[in-house]
């Protein structure tokens, strides 16, 4: 079992799907900074609360992505459910975001009279648009050149003959299709999937502008998925759900930019991380790879895990054991190796596993989850703030003992409770992650009511601020891996280099877009028979191809850590 599953593609937003079958079960210089003379924006952001469903906290969860996404651009950000909502407020942000995600969720008169009328700027999602555009009152085609025709989903209802009779799936833009996720569970007759869009035309030309399409392939059809007119911008749907790093999630992060009236400069950089690097790891294995990027000139990361844990003795017979850092010669070997060859140092966790239970593999470091319990998918016991300082406080001890000073934390698995996440941006100025949220910060999955949501994010671009207050360097692309289930029956899937160089074209279709991917060393061992080294030198190989300038995590352009 030492060479277990460590991707994560990004977990998918759940999804209600209104009418549907559907349903939803990541000593540096300082960071590069610009300057501004002006303050920083403030966005509103509405969403729906409903009650009584089992998708009352949804829209706060989509609400909380887009909450993400505008630290990018440093703003001070209001999350408030759309029925507290008062008259005027609209006036008091530079754009308010509505997030219908609740179909027909009555919104009150006052939000629907700003919005009509204000010229700040006003971007609606998805659901209950009618309830503007179809009241004479507000006069909504004729001021804004949009008209509302109705909602579209599934062209028919999936069978197991027939599992996917299609949809608006494929969203165009700069030259790429960003296809939406689907999947259809023939044994539940249900379908993961987020299919309804808003349909709108274009009734005045000279008011309304597509910006961009969206397609139905097996209709031949298309039809507006981003709409501006002046202030008021409509999409379709709501792209946080289900999203992925070739989703239309994507092109939503790049016209953000747009909505948020942000002139950022086109600013593609690329970054690699070598990952889970631990007491155990190959010596050699970390020198081919610092001599490989020393050699290119690429600067890079490693993130290292300080203090080795095989509680239940899954990889010594048996017999448990603890490897502290300062009797790592292995991982001091190889570390202080690639640290002399440009490598910055990340912390990934303090043991990157929890107590002597197997969460849910080994028990050992870089195998399992330490800040979460996956196997109830809840907290662990201990869970509080003091708790994870204590161990990242451990962890930074550890390290500054022998010299190492990371720039960044990495949470193991990317997933941790609420209250670990809070505690990471109290002792590290920076992550360099994806992340998993949540819409309390003492989650109950299961609840029978007002049960919460976990969402995954992947970011694009560094976030100086996000829900759980970290500011985050983006992994985007994802990492190599290889079935070799016959080795490892848990590393039973291929994602090729191939798969990471697209991820990086789709990736640069932002106009600041950050190519970022990791590796693990291990898949340069022998006894493995995979072209671990090969493939490698493919993906940096390809992201440079398409452009893109390497640089050390600790330098990617950003706000200010």
């Known amino acids: ?25 990541a000593p540096a210089a300082q960071a590069q900074t610009t300057t501004t003379t002006t303050p920083p924006p403030k966005a509103l952001v ?82 209950n648009i009618w309830q503007l555009a179809w009241d004479p009152a507000y006069n909504f085609t ?43 569970d023939a044994g539940r007759n249900v379908i993961n999937a987020d299919p309804d ?18 397609v139905n392939p097996k209709q031949a059809k298309t039809v507006p998925y981003i709409t501006r007119a002046g202030n008021f911008w409509y999409v379709a749907d709501l792209p946080f759900s289900f999203i992925g790093p070739r989703d239309r999630y994507l092109v939503f992060c790049d016209l953000l930019h747009d909505m948020m009236g942000s002139n950022h400069a086109f600013y593609h950089k690329a970054m690699v991380r070598l990952e889970d690097v631990g007491a155990l790891v190959s010596v050699q294995s970390m020198k081919s790879l610092s001599d490989y990027l020393s050699s290119k000139a690429i600067p890079f990361s490693v993130a290292v895990i300080p203090r080795y844990e095989d509680p239940l003795g899954a990889y010594n017979g048996g017999v448990p054991q603890t490897v502290l850092l300062n009797q790592a010669t292995n991982l001091r070997t190889a570390v202080n190796y690639a640290r002399q060859r440009g ?66 934390w990495e949470t193991p698995h990317y997933e941790a409770s609420p209250l670990s996440s809070r505690a990471a941006p109290q002792v590290f100025p920076r992550t360099y992650q994806r992340v998993v949220y949540f819409t309390s910060d003492h989650p109950d999955l299961f609840a029978a009511q007002n049960k919460d949501f976990a969402v995954g994010q992947i970011f694009p671009y560094p976030i100086a601020s996000d829900h759980y207050g970290q500011y985050v360097i983006p992994e985007s692309l994802g990492n190599i891996e290889y079935d070799i289930r016959t080795i490892d029956p848990t590393s039973n899937f291929n994602y090729t280099a ?38 490698f030198q493919k993906t940096i190989d390809g992201i440079t191809a398409l452009g893109f300038t390497w640089i050390a995590p600790s330098r990617l352009r950003g706000p200010a850590p």
């Open 498 to 535: 191939d798969d990471i160089i697209l991820n990086a074209k789709y990736v640069k279709t932002i106009r600041d877009g950050a190519a970022s991917f990791f590796f693990h060393p291990f898949w340069l061992e022998p006894e493995l028979g995979v072209p671990g080294m090969a493939d």
């Open 1 to 25: 079992m030492k060479y277990l599953r460590r991707f994560f593609l990004g977990l998918v937003a759940c999804a209600a799907l209104a009418g549907m079958l559907g349903l939803v079960g």
């Open 197 to 214: 869009i808003g349909h709108i035309a274009i009734a005045d030309a000279t008011k309304a502008t597509r910006l961009v399409n969206i």
């Open 343 to 408: 490598g910055e140092l990340v912390m990934h966790g303090y043991t990157h596993q929890y107590s002597n239970m197997r969460n849910p593999h080994t028990g050992v470091s870089g195998d399992d989850f330490e800040f979460w319990n996956i196997v109830d998918n809840k907290p662990v016991q201990e869970d509080s703030v003091a708790w994870a300082l204590g161990r990242l406080n451990s962890g930074l001890q550890d390290m500054a003992a022998i010299g190492w000073k990371p720039i960044a």
């Open 142 to 184: 004729a001021k804004t050149g949009i008209q509302y025709v109705d909602l579209l989903g599934m062209n028919a209802q999936p069978t197991s003959a027939n599992p996917n009779p299609g949809f608006y799936d494929t969203v165009k833009y700069k030259g790429l299709d960003f296809v939406k996720f689907y999947q259809y």
């Open 46 to 127: 509405l969403y729906d609360l409903t009650s009584g469903t089992p998708w009352d906290k949804l829209g706060f969860a989509y609400a909380i992505m887009l909450r993400n996404l505008l630290g990018h651009f440093q703003a001070q950000v209001d999350v408030v459910p759309v029925q507290q909502y008062t008259a005027g407020s609209v006036e008091n942000y530079t754009a308010t975001f509505y997030m219908g995600s609740a179909y027909d969720n009555p919104l009150p008169a006052a939000f629907l009279a700003d919005a009509a009328s204000t010229a700040k700027t006003v971007v609606w999602f998805k659901y």
